[in-house]
């Protein structure tokens, strides 16, 4: 990927904790409605790449680009403003709000975060449509009445998905989106992403590498901090250097 095509873009990203370097020099470029893995052996830096990248870190050197702009100073709330959305953090989600009052919600923070559309008896028609819309796109019709606190794990990601495709960011970066998830949720989920990012990027740290397989077009391998491999699935996972690293732990 050349930076010119890239929609977000790290240029020698590095993080040290207590003179650690838990992130070494990453060059990271994410095209433009793709879906992109971050992976790695445990304790490669992918979650705190994942930080920087959404600005829950700030990085101690390097860059970070979004559609050309330097966000790299931004806040997290900023880039979000952007476009750059991080979903699946359960606490994302108000246990004692049914999955549609949760989705509401959501798009009532969409409308704060920018355009106000839901204020007349009509808008609020269309918020109601737009909810539904969203709750059957994740697969949750027949909880829609339900609390949040009572679905299943794996709906309660997907009330999550909804709630993130709520505010509708043209990037969404997932952290481990299939973590804790049986085959069944694995499959609907991966479908929904692959669906999402027909017009979105997504960008994921997925310790599964059958999903990786299945679903990513871009695979970044962590190791130790730097990037050790780089492209399709097949040619990362058949790089000798990326067997050896997963080996190794
Ligand atoms: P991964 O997500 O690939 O498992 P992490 O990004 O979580 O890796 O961690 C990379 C390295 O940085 C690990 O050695 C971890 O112990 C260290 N690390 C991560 N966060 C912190 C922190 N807040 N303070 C100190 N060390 C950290």
Same mark, same amino acid.
């Given at each position: 990927?050349?930076?010119?095509?890239? =929609?977000?873009?790290?240029?020698?990203?590095?993080?040290?904790?207590?003179?650690? %370097?838990?992130?070494n020099?990453?060059?990271?470029?994410?095209?433009?409605?793709?879906?992109?893995?971050? =992976?790695?052996?445990?304790?490669?830096?992918?979650?705190?790449?994942?930080?920087?990248?959404?600005? #829950?870190?700030?990085?101690?050197?390097?860059?970070?680009? #979004?559609?050309?702009?330097?966000?790299?100073?931004? %806040?997290?709330?900023?880039?979000?403003?952007?476009?750059?959305?991080?979903?699946?953090?359960?606490?994302?989600?108000?246990?004692?709000?049914? +999955? *549609? !009052?949760?989705?509401?919600?959501?798009?009532?923070?969409?409308?704060?975060?920018?355009?106000? #559309?839901?204020?007349?008896?009509s808008?609020? !028609?269309?918020?109601?449509?737009? @909810?539904?819309?969203? =709750?059957? @796109?994740?697969?949750?019709?027949?909880?829609?009445?339900?609390?949040?606190?009572?679905?299943?794990?794996?709906r %309660?990601?997907?009330?999550? *998905?909804?709630?993130?495709l @709520?505010?509708?960011?043209?990037?969404?970066?997932?952290?481990?989106?299939?973590?804790?998830?049986?085959a069944?949720?694995?499959?609907?989920?991966?479908?929904?992403?692959?669906? =999402?990012?027909?017009?979105?990027? +997504? +960008?994921?740290?997925e310790?599964?590498?059958?999903?990786?397989?299945d *679903?990513?077009?871009?695979?970044? +391998?962590?190791?130790?901090?730097?990037?050790?491999?780089?492209?399709?699935? !097949?040619?990362?996972?058949?790089?000798?250097?990326?067997?050896?690293?997963?080996?190794?732990?």
């Amino acid at each position: 990927v050349s930076p010119q095509e890239a =929609i977000l873009s790290a240029r020698g990203l590095t993080k040290e904790f207590f003179g650690f %370097k838990a992130v070494n020099g990453v060059d990271l470029d994410v095209r433009e409605n793709t879906i992109h893995a971050l =992976i790695g052996p445990n304790g490669a830096g992918k979650t705190t790449v994942f930080n920087l990248l959404t600005k #829950f870190l700030s990085p101690t050197e390097g860059k970070i680009t #979004f559609r050309g702009k330097d966000i790299t100073g931004f %806040k997290p709330a900023d880039v979000a403003r952007l476009g750059l959305v991080r979903s699946f953090q359960i606490s994302a989600v108000f246990p004692h709000l049914t +999955v *549609l !009052d949760n989705v509401r919600v959501a798009l009532q923070r969409k409308a704060h975060l920018g355009t106000q #559309f839901w204020r007349s008896n009509s808008a609020l !028609d269309r918020l109601n449509d737009r @909810a539904h819309e969203l =709750i059957a @796109a994740v697969g949750l019709d027949e909880y829609a009445a339900l609390d949040a606190a009572e679905l299943p794990y794996g709906r %309660k990601r997907a009330l999550e *998905l909804a709630t993130t495709l @709520a505010l509708d960011p043209p990037v969404l970066l997932f952290d481990e989106p299939m973590a804790g998830m049986g085959a069944e949720d694995i499959g609907r989920i991966s479908d929904l992403i692959r669906r =999402i990012a027909k017009d979105r990027t +997504v +960008v994921m740290v997925e310790h599964n590498l059958n999903v990786v397989a299945d *679903l990513c077009d871009h695979v970044t +391998v962590l190791a130790r901090g730097e990037i050790l491999a780089e492209g399709d699935y !097949d040619t990362v996972s058949s790089d000798p250097r990326v067997r050896e690293a997963y080996m190794g732990t």
